[in-house]
């Protein structure tokens, strides 16, 4: 039966889908009815099996972000394979850590031109063939420190600052010509990428009793958050950057 979180017959590109908070998000949008293009630097076998199982098409589309070079390839070769394009999760992403005395220019560049350029100009690419056909749902990952400034990570935050305003920019310019474009903000997810501060005792008490849920966060709790907004039941919601964090911006 369809319901208003159906995405039946649509298909999603998911950067960054080979594991962690990608992966939750192409088998979330799989298990609501969609086909998934696994965009990753090294491909993403597990999560095409995985996405397969549940009876959905799924594609390996192959590209390194690090750089624009590939985007319009992206677009190209999901649609050639899978028929179109509905839905651009943008969630590819790395960090970089140091003091922002000693931080240097290349892990500066680094960040922001997998975080912020590649995610502006992949939404361009995308965003072309959606304002052509006249709809599509277009995803950014944010972060908390799209709300905060943390510490010892100036090109993340800067990268996911200018993530939550290109979000708003690219919802004010297309919201009228049928494309929604918002942003998920996640907070302290339990992946392979948190799995220090997992591990530290300390660290790990001190983060879990911040979070007003008492808990980390699951990969599958931004699953569900990216299927909302990429379904008819976000038809109306243009330029939001919504957090998924147990309430940490809350306190």
């Known amino acids: 039966m369809s319901t208003i979180f159906d995405l039946g017959g649509k298909v999603a590109i998911v950067t960054g889908a080979n594991t962690g908070i990608g992966q939750a998000i192409?088998?979330?949008?799989a298990a609501a009815g969609a086909d998934i293009a696994a965009v990753g630097r090294t491909p993403a076998e597990e999560t095409v099996e995985k996405v397969r199982a549940l009876g959905r098409k799924a594609e390996i589309v192959s590209a390194d972000l690090s750089s624009i070079?590939?985007?319009?390839r992206v677009v190209d070769e999901t649609i050639e394979k899978l028929g179109?394009?509905?839905i651009l999760i943008n969630n590819a992403g790395i960090i970089r850590r140091a003091d922002s005395v000693d931080f240097t220019e290349e892990d500066w560049d680094a960040v922001i031109d997998t975080n912020l350029k590649s995610t502006f100009f992949l939404a361009q690419a995308a965003?072309?063939?959606m304002l052509a056909q006249g709809s599509?749902?277009?995803v950014n990952i944010a972060s908390l420190l799209s709300f905060q400034g943390g510490i010892r990570v100036p090109s993340y935050t800067a990268s996911k600052s200018g993530v939550a305003g290109l979000t708003k920019l690219l919802a004010n310019e297309w919201a009228a010509k049928g494309v929604n474009v918002n942003a998920i903000a996640p907070g302290y997810i339990a992946t392979n990428n948190t799995a220090a501060l997992q591990a530290d005792e300390t660290r790990n008490r001190q983060i879990q009793e911040r979070i007003p849920a008492g808990r980390w966060g699951d990969p599958s709790d931004?699953?569900?958050a990216a299927v909302f907004l990429a379904s008819p039941a976000a038809n109306y919601i243009h330029g939001h950057v919504l957090a998924v964090d147990g309430g940490w911006l809350a306190r």
């Not at 192409?26 to 949008?29: D, Q």
């Open 127 to 129: 965003g072309r063939h």
């Open 69 to 72: 070079e590939p985007v319009q």
């Open 26 to 29: 192409a088998l979330s949008l």
């Open 222 to 224: 931004i699953g569900g």
């Open 84 to 86: 179109g394009l509905d």
């Open 136 to 138: 599509g749902k277009i």
